[in-house]
Every structure is written in structure tokens, then in C-alpha cells.
């Protein structure tokens, strides 16, 4: 949508980074930005409508510095340091390489989502997460569940925020053999500290095939996750046991 940016981009790293300090080299990205013409397709669900480039929401850019929901947007930025958004975005790639910008498309406002948690009919599950290797797509809704809700907003309990992850979700899928610790039930646990559990940082890396990227999300304080008995994941390192299976609730023969 922005040729002159894409022609930027198609340079090694330490070239992107030269031009954007350049005041003559910014001044021109700032302007193409005015020209933007995005497809700005209605969320309906489908995937192109989620990835298609869309003018940005300034209001609504948050310059990611930590998983606490606290982040300044970029019109706040831009408004503190009297600089157009797109030059306040520059200025913070150049000064962390691994700057995190956020453009919710839904649930934005956070007092929505806790009248959404609390609802008895909802599910605290994950989304599509993986299935869009470019953004981050509820990864982290467990531990932000625990570490936000839970531990900052203190809007449910330890003990409820656990069933809501566990029981609940087994319960609704009939997987009634899951979701309590008890005997006769799978061995499934998650050894968590609950004064540090928290998701980390999303990070970019490099591990798909040929070298191509994807947007990584992993957490912290979690000590071990058991699986039908067996470690597969000690201090967030997986330990080669895949003692895991596919599972089918009884609608999966409907």
C-alpha cells in the first residue's frame, strides 16, 4: 500500500536504519503516509480480512513496552513529543530493534472483555492462535488470565480463574476424564508460580522453513507441564516426551 516504504524495506537492515535517521528520508516516508489507500475490509471472521494492510488507528497503535495493558498509544506519544504518529514510530523502532506495536480489531476496550469473562456461558480457551504466524492471536490468554485478572485487577479469584481454564472448557468439549485433579482422571497438570506467572514478550524468530519468521509468544513463571503423567516442558524447555493425543469429544461423531 506504501511503495516508497515497501522499496525501504526491500534493503538489508543497517540501510533501513540509515535512511530512517535521515531527515530528508523521513520527511518523505511521513508524507506517503497520507496517501495511504488500504483495503479496509469489515472483520467478518475470514482471514484476509484480518492480515489486508488498513490506515492505521492511532488512538487505537499501542507502543508495546510490557503485558500489563498499560502501554501509552502512538497519538499519546505523538501529542508528548509534538511529532507526527509515523515519525513517534521511527523514533522508537531506532531506539529498540525490537519494538512491539499493537492494533487490536477486536475487544478493545478492557471492561468489555471482563463483562465477557464473566458471563456464565463464557469459555476462557484459546483462539486461532498459530494459525497467523505474522500476529498474535490469543496465545497468551491463559497467563494473562492469571496474571492480569487474577493478580492486578484481582476481578476473580486464583480458584476461579483455574476452573475457567480447566473444568469448565473439559466440561463443555465432555472430556469427562479432564479438568480436576483426581483419580481416574488424565494426569494433566501445569505447575505454575502464582506470584509470577505472566506471559513474556512477543519475540520474532527465524524457525520456520526457509528461514522465514513468525511471532512468538511464550511464559514465564511456569515450572513444568505434565501430560498424562509425563513432563513435556520443564522451565518452558520441552524435554522430548510427547505423551500427549488427539482428543474427541462424543459431538465428534455427530
Avoid at 520527511?27 to 479496509?40: C, I, Q, S, T, W
Avoid at 519494538?99 to 486461532?128: C, K
Avoid at 473439559?170 to 494426569?187: F, P, T
Wanted: aromatic share 6%.
Amino acid at each position: 500500500m506504501l511503495p516508497a516504504w515497501r522499496e525501504l524495506r526491500g534493503l538489508p537492515l543497517a540501510e533501513q536504519k540509515r535512511r530512517l535517521a535521515d531527515p530528508a528520508a523521513r520527511g518523505r516516508l511521513v508524507a506517503a503516509e497520507a496517501n495511504m489507500k488500504p483495503r479496509d475490509n469489515v472483520f467478518q471472521g475470514g482471514g484476509a480480512a484480518t492480515t489486508d494492510p488498513r490506515k492505521p488507528d492511532y488512538d487505537n497503535l499501542y507502543a508495546m513496552k510490557g503485558v500489563d495493558w498499560n502501554d501509552p498509544t502512538v497519538a499519546q506519544l505523538s501529542g508528548q513529543r509534538g511529532k507526527h504518529p509515523v515519525e513517534v514510530m521511527i523514533d522508537l523502532v531506532l531506539e529498540n530493534d525490537d519494538q512491539v506495536f499493537v492494533q487490536p480489531l477486536v475487544n478493545e476496550d478492557p471492561e468489555h472483555v471482563l463483562g465477557m469473562l464473566r458471563h456464565p456461558r463464557t469459555l476462557a480457551t484459546f483462539s486461532d492462535s498459530g494459525a497467523h504466524v505474522c500476529q498474535e492471536m490469543g496465545s497468551s490468554l491463559q497467563t494473562h488470565l492469571l496474571s492480569y485478572w487474577v493478580r492486578a485487577r484481582q476481578a476473580f479469584t486464583l480458584e476461579e480463574a483455574v476452573r475457567k481454564l480447566t473444568f469448565d472448557n473439559a466440561s463443555a468439549w465432555d472430556l469427562n476424564d479432564r479438568g480436576l485433579v483426581r483419580a481416574g482422571y488424565a494426569a494433566d497438570l501445569v505447575v505454575f508460580d502464582e506470584a509470577r506467572v505472566r506471559p513474556a514478550m512477543p519475540s520474532v524468530e527465524t524457525d520456520l522453513p526457509g528461514g522465514a519468521r513468525r511471532l512468538v509468544q511464550k511464559a514465564e513463571g511456569i515450572a513444568a507441564v505434565v501430560v498424562n503423567g509425563q513432563v513435556t516442558l520443564e522451565q518452558g524447555r520441552a524435554t522430548g516426551a510427547v505423551s500427549g493425543k488427539l482428543l474427541r469429544g462424543p459431538g465428534a461423531a455427530v
